[in-house]
């Protein structure tokens, strides 16, 4: 882990929480991995005011949890909240559409071409993980159509929360195949300007998204249980960078 230079407190308090966020969300620090204070502090060269700081953060925002004589660890993967998750995503981006399709349906149109005309020309030369940043690319555009910050805050947001889960699974060419179709199956409903096709479109991926993301943690990973809440213990398990 990288030793951080900040000489302001409150940038150092939020650096710290960033960067731990970002580890977490993007699968580096992995579930039921135990955070210590201490250890953080040393390897990212602060002290442990900061991190612990950071870490109560990270808490409130449901990544981690504190288990009474056990600290802070990251917090299982969780049936309940991937399905929660989907189903936010499908009521925010079926309004990001439907808003998005009244302000310059023809530019969505294009852009979404765009994006689903190279996630096939990835997978064509077998990159599935291109597909990482081409799969965020199209929610967003069809975000950031809708002219509402705030609702493209909520997107992201909700994307990077569910690629916590997903990260892995998305590798799995199979998967990939499947995403892009569900892409091509909202774009067509775009296309056609039927706001009820898209949001059955947009239904359809999301659950598919969701099958696959829980075949993957329950069955591949072995997992035990389908609400997550198992602890691993070790004490000697670094976190990655």
């Given amino acids: 882990m990288r030793r951080l230079v900040i000489k302001d407190t409150k940038t150092m308090r939020r650096r710290i929480y960033e960067y731990l966020r970002e580890q977490l969300l993007n699968g580096e620090i992995a579930p039921r991995e135990h955070l210590i204070e201490g ?3 040393k390897e990212i060269g602060t002290s442990r005011t900061p991190v612990r700081e950071a870490l109560h953060g990270l808490e409130l925002e449901g ?3 504190s288990i009474p004589r056990v600290g802070y660890v990251v917090k299982a993967i969780s049936e309940q909240e991937v399905e929660e998750i989907c189903e936010i995503r499908m009521a925010i981006e079926g309004v990001a559409a439907r808003w998005a399709m009244e302000k310059d349906h023809p530019k969505l149109m294009e852009e979404l071409k765009k994006n689903i005309s190279l996630s ?3 997978v064509s030369k077998g990159d599935a993980r291109a597909f990482i940043d081409l799969d965020a ?3 967003e555009i069809i975000a950031k159509h809708s002219g509402s910050q705030r609702l493209l805050e909520l997107a992201q947001n909700l994307r990077r929360h569910m690629l916590r889960y997903r990260l892995r699974s998305i590798y799995s060419m199979d998967n990939v195949v499947r995403a892009i179709k569900g892409h091509k199956g909202i774009l067509r409903a775009i296309q056609k300007g039927d706001i009820g096709e898209v949001n059955q479109a947009i239904r359809g991926h999301m659950e598919q998204v969701k099958k696959d993301v829980l075949r993957y ?9 389908s609400r997550g809440q198992g602890v691993k213990r070790s004490s000697d398990k670094r976190i990655n960078t």
């Fill in 63 to 65: 990544l981690i949890e």
């Fill in 217 to 225: 943690a329950f069955k591949e990973t072995g997992f035990e249980g």
């Fill in 39 to 41: 250890k953080i502090a």
């Fill in 120 to 122: 096939n020309e990835k």
């Fill in 137 to 139: 690319r199209f929610h």
